[in-house]
């Protein structure tokens, strides 16, 4: 069982910033990956931003050159830096681990980002 809790979203203003994190109860480095993903209003969830556990990154095409994944091992913990935010990017933002060798991912409640025009 693995527990995640994001925290940082809020209202912005376009072209403003927001760092997003997401702490999990256990060891990130026993997870095959871990993401974000996001959802707008009557849209499906879609992929944001992933790392996996060798450090390998993925962006979406929306987001890339404007937001950027990492993670402190230390702190059990992801963070999504988001810059020059767009009121397109307004979702609510999830949290995703895959824990190795397990049959199922873990999400996290979600964060709600607002991003005014």
């Known amino acids: 069982q693995v527990q995640l809790v994001e925290s940082g979203g809020g209202l912005v203003q376009a072209g403003g910033s927001l760092r997003l994190s997401c702490v999990a109860s256990?060891?990130?480095?026993?997870?095959?990956?871990m993401a974000w993903y996001r959802q707008a209003p009557g849209k499906q969830r879609e992929s944001v931003a992933v790392?996996?556990?060798?450090?390998?990154?993925n962006y979406a095409d929306s987001v890339k050159g404007r937001f950027t994944i990492s993670r402190d091992n230390a702190k059990n913990t992801v963070y999504l830096q988001m810059n020059s935010l767009k009121p397109e990017d307004t979702a609510v933002y999830y949290c995703?681990?895959?824990?190795?060798?397990?049959?199922?991912?873990?999400w996290g409640q979600g964060t709600q980002v607002t991003v005014s025009s």
């Open positions: 995703k681990a895959d824990p190795r060798g397990s049959l199922r991912a873990y």
């Open positions: 256990g060891s990130i480095l026993s997870m095959n990956y």
């Open positions: 790392i996996t556990s060798g450090g390998s990154l």
